[in-house]
Each structure stands twice: as C-alpha cells, then as structure tokens.
C-alpha cells in the first residue's frame, strides 16, 4: 500500500572541474529568516512555507563549459527499458551536478522578477533586495519605480533552493502561494498564523507562533543529537563547564601509547561533534557560541580536550533543549549592539549580538584578528568589529 519513488542522480564527479566554474547561486542566510521573523512579529504577519517539486528539472542546464553526456544505470537495460550502451545528452540542471544549483538559481531568480501577484485587486511585483539577492519584497506595481524608503512592503520572500519563506498577511500570503504555483508544481510544507499555536519547519528549525510573535528553535535538532551521542537520558547540567576549558585542565595522558589511526579517529570524532554544534549555536542558540568555539578550535591540536568540551555543551543541552529565540512586538522597535571583549596575552576575544526590539539577529563570539596591547585596545578592536557588523544587519533591515 506505499507509495515509492525512484530518482536518478548523475555522478557529477566525473566531470572535469573548469578554472573559471561558476557554480553560486543566492540562498537565504539564517540572518535574513531572523530578520524577517522579527519584522513579521513587530507588524502581526503569518508565515508560509512552500515546496518546488523536483525544482532543477525545471532549469536548462547552463552548457558554457560543452555538453554534458551520461550513461544510464545498466539495471534500465537489464529491464529492457533501453538498448544496451544507450548515452543521454542532459539538457535540465539533474541533481548531481556542480552547475545545477546555480541553473536552477537562475531560472527561479528571472521566474520571480517577472511575476505579477493580484492582492485584493491591486497588481504587485517582487523586488530582490540589493543586500541579500535571497530576499524578495512584495510591492505595489506602481510603486516599484520609487524611492526605496517610500515604498509600502507588503510582504517578504526568501528562497533557498526551492524552499520558499513568504512572510504578510493571509491574502498576501495565499496570492504569492497561488502566483508560485502557477509556474511550478508546489506543495505547502507548512503555515504559522500570527497570535496562534501553529508551528512549521524551515531550513530544519521550527517556528512557532505565540500570541505576541514567534519562536524559534531547534528542539528536534538537539534530541536527535544527544541520541547519536548516547546522551539522551545524562544528567544534565545547569552551566557549561568551565573547567574543561581552561587549558591547565590535563585531559590527555600522555603515557598513552597512540597509533595514528586511533588519533585520526579521534579527530574525525571531535570533528563531527563540533561541526554539529556550529550549525546549533549560529542558528538558534547564542547562550553556546563561545564554548562551541572552543570546542572547534581545539579539534584537531586535542581531539579529547574538544570532546570534553563538546560533551560539557551536550550536558547543557539536554537540560535546556527546548530554548529558543524568541521574536516579539514590543513597544519601542529599537535596533541596538551590543558588544565586549575579555583581553589575553595573545589573542583576545570578542562577543557581539545585534538585536531589533529586542530580538537576536545576528551575534559572533570569535578571537580578534590581531594581538590587542592592552584592555583599551581589545575594546576598540571589538567596537570596530561589532560597528561593521550592524552596519551590514541594519542595510539588510
């Protein structure tokens, strides 16, 4: 009684890489989903997520670098599907191919700026953002030509891929949903109502709707973490522990007899622990950022020293796994930074978090570029950094 599904993938690596591939294409960056979240809680919009079925076989295959041939699976002439020795000659962007992304980019890019959207019979364009190509503003039509800061904004759409975010009202929402389809075959992946209980994935972080704005979280991200590490039912504990910290702490014997295989080993370990935490702490939580860098930065010198660290961070989570940010109306809509820095001998760190009424948009916990001389030039140091920072957030807001 189920439903299956094949889907054919080329081995894209059997291509030659050219010196001068262009392979990027826009997508959404965490930062540009907090800032639409917290406008979205400031102004009372609803959210949808929609899907782009099978989206690169939408796109023509980008040939600047000559065409592309493959070899089908010898299962489809086993089957007696194809002649024996059969070539294909591809001509849509399939998944497996370094260029397909970027085709696919290009195709739903020229696709979304010439789409017209009828919003309680008023026609309205999307306009790409000059910060950030992933984000899309919904305008009047006859607005489209106006200066930037005149401009009434209905609405917001991000894309990934072919994962659309649109942030508005209900009927902005529908005609945009109502416009994509149209083009594409789409499917809705999920709807969150402003002021009610609902809650949606998107780039594999829930949004949750509350009665005064939204949360966001990665629950499901860190039970399934804590499984993998074997740490779903530890203790869990209140702080993170500085002691594994501090590099006085002697987590290596050093009588140990080690073969390079069983370091190797280690590391990849320490690696993937810490690579797990970098996706946490640049998403959704903050509150682990300086410890996961220490975890990160000690990974491949002293793979055990990152593993304590990493399992320290795993004890934390497991008493705090449903944190989240959360994005609310508040009365005074400020945009503020906020930054510090602790001086070191060698290199100093700094700390910044960069919020709109309140709600986190962006923070960095990092070592300084440079070997600060004093208190006074480690604060400076992090001012100018934090100062750059905003500047490039408040452009996007």
């Known amino acids: 009684g189920k439903r299956k599904k094949v889907r054919g993938a080329v081995c894209g690596n059997f291509i030659e890489k050219q010196a001068q591939e262009l392979l990027y294409t826009y997508n959404a ?19 949808s997520m929609i899907d782009v079925a099978t989206a690169f076989l939408n796109a023509e295959l980008d040939e600047g670098s000559g065409p592309i041939y493959v070899r089908p699976p010898a299962i489809l002439a086993q089957f007696g599907l194809l002649p024996p020795d059969t070539l294909w000659r591809v001509r849509r962007a399939v998944y497996g191919l370094r260029a397909a992304p970027r085709s696919w980019g290009r195709k739903r890019d020229k696709e979304l700026s010439r789409m017209k959207i009828t919003i309680d019979g008023e026609v309205c364009r999307l306009v790409q953002s000059t910060v ?30 072919d994962d659309f975010l649109i942030a508005g009202a209900d009927n ?19 709807s969150v109502r402003y002021g009610s209980r609902d809650e949606a994935t998107y780039l594999s972080s829930t949004i949750k709707a509350t009665k005064d704005g939204y949360i966001l979280h990665q629950q499901k991200f860190v039970e399934d973490l804590l499984k993998s590490w ?9 702080t993170i522990g500085a002691e ?34 970098i996706w946490l702490s640049t998403r959704t939580r ?9 975890a990160s930065s000690w990974a491949a010198r002293d793979p055990n020293r990152s593993l304590a660290i990493g399992k320290s961070i795993l004890r934390y989570l497991a008493g705090t796994r449903d944190l989240g940010l959360a994005f609310t109306k508040q009365d005074g809509m400020d945009f503020t930074a906020y930054t510090d820095a602790n001086f070191e001998a060698t290199r100093s760190m700094t700390g910044s978090l960069i919020t709109f009424g ?23 140091t992090a001012l100018a950094s934090t100062y750059s920072m905003a500047e490039n957030v408040k452009a996007l807001l």
């Open 244 to 277: 594994v910290m501090t590099k006085e702490v002697d987590i290596i014997n050093e009588e140990e007899d080690l073969t390079v295989e069983v370091v190797e080993s280690e590391v990849r370990q320490a690696q993937k622990l810490a690579g797990s935490l």
């Open 230 to 238: 074997g740490m779903d039912e530890c203790r869990p504990a209140a």
């Open 132 to 161: 950030d190509a992933s984000v899309w503003c919904i305008v009047p039509e006859s607005e489209v030509e106006t200066p930037l800061h005149t401009r009434r904004v209905l609405g917001y759409l991000l894309s990934y891929v």
């Open 29 to 47: 960056d965490i930062t540009a989903v907090r800032t639409v979240l917290a406008v979205s809680a400031a102004r009372g919009w609803g959210l």
């Open 358 to 380: 309140g709600s986190p948009l962006c923070w960095k916990s990092g070592r300084q570029a440079q070997v600060a001389r004093s208190t006074a030039d480690s604060e400076l």
């Open 172 to 190: 902005t929402r529908d005609a945009v949903c109502d416009a994509l389809k149209s083009i594409w075959s789409c499917k809705s992946t999920g």
């Open 286 to 294: 903050p509150d682990i950022a300086y410890a996961q860098g220490q």
